[in-house]
């Protein structure tokens, strides 16, 4: 456990018939933003390699971080990201810096 005594903050979230097999098709920040269609593109590739099934349905595994570094320009969080890469116990965000708060997330 990378915390112990901390519940882990994943859970199996069933995956409706909505979604179907192709959960990133219809996202629409892939319209904007080249660089999200790429990412979406990788992510679709391996989705169903994570796919858990039961009694006939399928589960995907969902998960919230433990953590964010936030920072400032010129703050260190680069050093900082760049130190945390190498601990094999330390898991990443495909996006570096998914500017959750900010407008550019829009």
Known sequence: HFFPGVKSPCW???IS????SDPYKSNRFTLR????????DHMR????QHVWRRDGRRFRLRCLPYFYIIGQPKCG???LFHRLLMLP?????IIKEPHWWTR???
């Open 12 to 14: 199996y979230q069933e």
């Open 17 to 20: 018939k909505e979604l179907g």
């Open 33 to 40: 933003s080249k660089t999200f269609k790429n990412i979406c």
């Open 45 to 48: 590739a391996d989705f169903h």
């Open 77 to 79: 969080t680069t050093d």
């Open 89 to 93: 116990e330390v898991k990443f965000n």
């Open 104 to 106: 550019k997330r829009f």
